[in-house]
């Protein structure tokens, strides 16, 4: 059974099906195509504002062009010290922005706090050209630790950086999931709360590979990303089929309720551990990753009883537990009764 | 009715099928899963030698992968004036290569001369350091001209690059047109003939997003590509979309097939060039590209009857007409019709 | 006798003696001490405007800053295909701007027309992010043929790209021996006919290793070109060694009057040449470099008695000889002599 | 009086002598002179083995040279994380490699331990391409905090290091200061002790801007440093003014000899101020920097009083006194005056 993680599940089949629908017929190349023209304004409904959508394939993609189009290469990007950009892709922050510095911060759940990022960045570039100068401010949403950053946080957040002139990213590989535990509009967190743009992950939610970089409120940002893109390799010529997986994830909410699915189950299996008194959990679960704490004995004779999961770097006694749309019921209860059993 | 490209096509329903079969289940993320692991074996069967494949989603990823992994920094990368590497790109191979410069060459056809290339090389570099120093040799098959290289041309030219120490990249974003049109093995126009590295392009040859990078006999060029694929945002979480794509392409040679068909609508359309006295060939039709040169007022007349297609950079007089697998007979008839009517 | 080129010449003794003046005492590090403090005011005064200096140890330091700063990655750099950021900078100018593309023209002894500009710039960029984008146009005073631009003929390059949004920028590598030439002010054949970044080179014209990148009216560049001077590792924390030697060439106009001394050697030469009726000029001689085209036997006699010059690459039967402020009437003389007795 | 840094002393006499000596003729250009042809042997002298040296004008073109020659783009630089590379270059570490990432980390009086960094390889890197590759480690000599690695320290993180595949850089800018304060031979607190490339600092040393980057056994390094050299604008046309001051400071050990008085004031300074109870040492004193510990008051009231010091960033109460060859007795004693009188 696996817990390892949500990209390693199937994609829907609502998506499979907008799939087939869109594979109709010649459409122009290039992301000029009837679906991916058709995004900024299903986009735009969807966030109450009007922004502006590029899709691509990869949530680095997404990430990087972004990352890039903000920062110099003499910037700095303030981030969590457990953020993807800065721990999981490889360089490609660095590539793509030609040499940015990511700044690691601590904080507690996954979390950036504002007096720590305020901190960072006024003590940064104080010898001007000799150092990097902060550039902007990235943060996970739903985090890299499972929990979940409210609308409040995320404006105190945005206050910090924008105070000092730099704007607000957030690299929402699991936005769905932070979205359905938050229970408030995509506005909310985005927009409202100071978001200048996001990478919008739909592919551990349920798709095939898509992903939609939305940009609120700044169009001199749109030539160097649509620029970057292309230099990336990422501007697909058959785009239609990614924009048309973004659009039906989109429709009834598929996004929203396939995310809300999985965190049910992740609250379950949450609630499971924590009920067997073999396991407590090491962050709070708010979306649909349960970070397990256990003896590593436990962990191990799990791992042997066919479950597979991910221990946490850094730690021998955390197992990551990943809950996708895919995950069943009996999946967790099977995981929860073989804990008990161990 | 559209000439305009073939990756304004739609996909292969054998490639969809393949498609919704591989959305089964778990399947281990980043490439590690089961279709992507098939690819070496499959692909090596299929060239008559064991080579190492990364899939990836564009064209321009693979080619600039390749490019980087081969060319240093201060490389020069030897190519004709109209490659798509030079002119199209968007200046991918610049970024993925960290500034290398492209030296484009003049030739016949679309065509690189062994002479010419060898004389671009020897001339270059000689005052060392000062110079970028020639790291690759860099072809089209099928050509940007709509012509294709034979093996005995490939020879000549891998073996004026491998005399000078540089390997040889092949970008094959038709390739498989350009082999039905030779009829000849993919070993035969590729490793048997000296190219080190394929760009193999299945997107314009009727899948959605599916290329692969071919590696011959080059082990010492793996881990780099790795990385630039991860670094480029291109290592797909699901890959296994992309990997089942390419192996629905090579079952029952379905990419030559697709090709073959292309490639059968295209010589229809230009014997009805040639016939229709209205027009003329400007470069000899073999893969699935039909050049055609006929006065501008033609050329608008027959856009204003809803065909479309590309009038070429730098001319005014030339047509660019491309079949997929997706043309049909009456569509070449219905424009050949509409050219003598003019 | 050296005529391979003036940057094999010593420093002139008044450049020696203000280094030596300068190495009195403490200074502020990082070109904070007051040499380099006066440097704006002083070239200000120079050039009749208020410009904006930084200065550096090497031209292509200030070339790739400047092109840096100007164009984006993705952008097109149009310039002489004889230009120096094209063949000899070993790369740099890809490197400085993470991947730019040089777009290199033909164009009669060395100088680029403005027609051709104006085309190629036009032609290029029409299918947006698919190609690179013209951001700068790039001469070079005097040019690599050794001939000069004149202040009307800069004026209508300048015309072309301003016109369409793109700057100038002039590598003035041997700007002196231009400025000597054309006996006009520094001004009228930079800012006043349109230049927007002046890379003012004074090594070869008598310094040790001493460049000023002077920037007109463009204040909105500083911050960058700082940036990039301190990551290219051009900031010199002893900075006033290099400031002194340019004060001391701007004393008593030394620059100019050494650029004329050279170009005064050259111009004897030139006519010896044509005097000789053993060899002739391939391109006119205007500043204080010497084409001279004769049979290759003649170029390796010569070489065989001593004279010490470069044959011009792409050529077998061109000679270039370049005279510097240290050139003697009897170097060349000498050099006449040995010519008419070949 | 000046305590802010050595880089901001004058250069010493002899240096200027052999300046000016160098100053005769025509000489090759770029690095081809017969000053820079006699490095390779001179310091090869020196250190008592065979190295390759490359002259440069600056400790960031040295220091960056040799991470960008070692490190793919993908790799990891573990430093200290009060390294200059890290922390006052401004990013150039990040725009010669390409992106690499810094990988900073703690350790008592600026120097690195080896279990640390053993430990900090070890546990990057463990999922492949995903994260960045450690690829180098780069320590200080003397280092940021005034302190210098013994021989057994060196070696003990050579072994680390090589153990695990990734060579040592030493970045020397206060090389001399480390030397005269260890008395061993350059060779033994070099490649004797595994370091792999160094950063011969001359310029904090008592030159005007002369810095050498030498290597120990890495033949297969030369031509990517030279192309890397050229490419970063680095290679002086009149390299012989460099060079020249590189041979001047190898003459009589001058650069031992004026380390030796530096370090002496700093002794006799660093004595003063423990003796005075004013103020304490955060760092031991070792070479020629000390750090003062002492209350701001005291601080600003000695900068009032005319001292020049940089406060060390992070702290409100240390400064950071710096003696060069240039430092009296009587400037010494004039701060410890002061410092008693506050």
Same mark, same amino acid.
């Given at each position: 059974?696996?817990?390892? /993680?949500?990209?390693?599940?199937?994609?829907?089949?609502?998506?499979?099906?907008?799939?087939?629908?869109?594979?109709?017929?010649?459409?122009?190349?290039?992301?000029?195509d009837?679906?991916?023209?058709?995004?900024?304004?299903?986009? $735009?409904?969807?966030?109450?504002?009007?922004?502006?959508?590029?899709?691509?394939s990869?949530?680095?993609?997404?990430?990087?062009?972004?990352?890039?189009?903000? /920062?110099?290469?003499?910037?700095?990007?303030?981030?969590?010290?457990?953020?993807?950009?800065?721990?999981?892709?490889?360089?490609?922050?660095?590539?793509?922005?030609?040499?940015?510095?990511?700044?690691?911060?601590?904080?507690?759940?996954?979390?950036?706090?504002?007096?720590?990022?305020a901190?960072?960045i006024?003590?940064?570039?104080?010898?001007?050209v000799?150092?990097?100068?902060?550039?902007?401010? $990235?943060?996970?949403?739903a985090?890299?630790?499972?929990?979940?950053?409210?609308?409040?946080?995320?404006?105190?957040?945005?206050e910090v950086?924008?105070?000092?002139?730099?704007?607000?990213?957030?690299?929402?590989?699991?936005?769905?999931?932070?979205?359905?535990?938050?229970?408030?509009?995509?506005?909310?967190?985005?927009?409202?709360?100071?978001?200048?743009?996001?990478?919008l992950?739909?592919t551990?939610?349920?798709?095939?590979?898509?992903e939609?970089?939305?940009?609120f409120g700044?169009?001199?940002?749109?030539?160097?990303?649509?620029?970057?893109?292309?230099?990336g390799?990422?501007?697909?010529s058959?785009?239609?089929?990614?924009?048309?997986?973004?659009?039906?994830?989109?429709?009834d909410?598929?996004a929203? $309720?396939?995310?809300?699915?999985?965190?049910?189950?992740?609250?379950?299996?949450?609630?499971?551990?924590?009920?067997?008194?073999?396991?407590?959990?090491?962050?709070?679960?708010e979306a649909?990753?349960?970070?397990?704490?256990?003896?590593?004995?436990?962990l191990?004779?799990?791992? $042997?009883?066919?479950?597979?999961?991910?221990?946490w770097?850094?730690?021998?006694?955390?197992?990551?537990?990943?809950?996708?749309?895919?995950?069943?019921?009996?999946?967790?209860?099977?995981?929860?009764?073989?804990?008990?059993?161990?």
């Amino acid at each position: 059974m696996n817990f390892k /993680s949500d990209n390693e599940a199937p994609a829907h089949p609502a998506v499979m099906d907008a799939l087939m629908a869109a594979n109709e017929g010649y459409a122009t190349a290039y992301s000029q195509d009837h679906w991916s023209l058709a995004l900024n304004e299903r986009l $735009s409904e969807w966030f109450g504002t009007e922004c502006q959508v590029l899709p691509v394939s990869t949530g680095t993609a997404a990430n990087c062009m972004a990352l890039a189009e903000i /920062s110099p290469p003499w910037g700095g990007i303030v981030c969590h010290q457990v953020a993807h950009i800065q721990n999981d892709e490889g360089g490609a922050p660095e590539f793509y922005t030609h040499g940015a510095k990511l700044m690691p911060l601590a904080g507690d759940n996954g979390k950036l706090a504002p007096d720590v990022v305020a901190q960072a960045i006024d003590r940064a570039g104080v010898h001007g050209v000799h150092n990097v100068k902060p550039s902007l401010v $990235s943060i996970t949403q739903a985090t890299e630790c499972g929990t979940v950053y409210r609308p409040d946080e995320v404006k105190a957040l945005a206050e910090v950086a924008h105070q000092r002139g730099l704007p607000l990213h957030m690299d929402g590989a699991r936005f769905a999931n932070a979205l359905a535990w938050l229970d408030c509009t995509p506005g909310e967190i985005t927009w409202q709360a100071g978001v200048d743009v996001l990478s919008l992950g739909l592919t551990k939610n349920g798709a095939l590979n898509a992903e939609a970089l939305v940009v609120f409120g700044h169009p001199e940002w749109l030539e160097g990303l649509e620029r970057r893109r292309k230099r990336g390799g990422h501007l697909l010529s058959k785009m239609r089929y990614v924009s048309a997986q973004i659009l039906a994830m989109l429709d009834d909410e598929l996004a929203l $309720s396939l995310a809300a699915q999985a965190n049910a189950r992740a609250a379950e299996l949450a609630a499971g551990i924590e009920a067997s008194e073999r396991a407590s959990l090491h962050w709070p679960t708010e979306a649909n990753e349960v970070f397990m704490r256990a003896d590593p004995a436990v962990l191990a004779a799990l791992k $042997s009883a066919g479950f597979a999961f991910h221990i946490w770097p850094g730690y021998d006694d955390v197992a990551r537990l990943v809950c996708s749309w895919a995950t069943r019921e009996e999946d967790v209860a099977a995981f929860v009764d073989a804990l008990r059993g161990v």
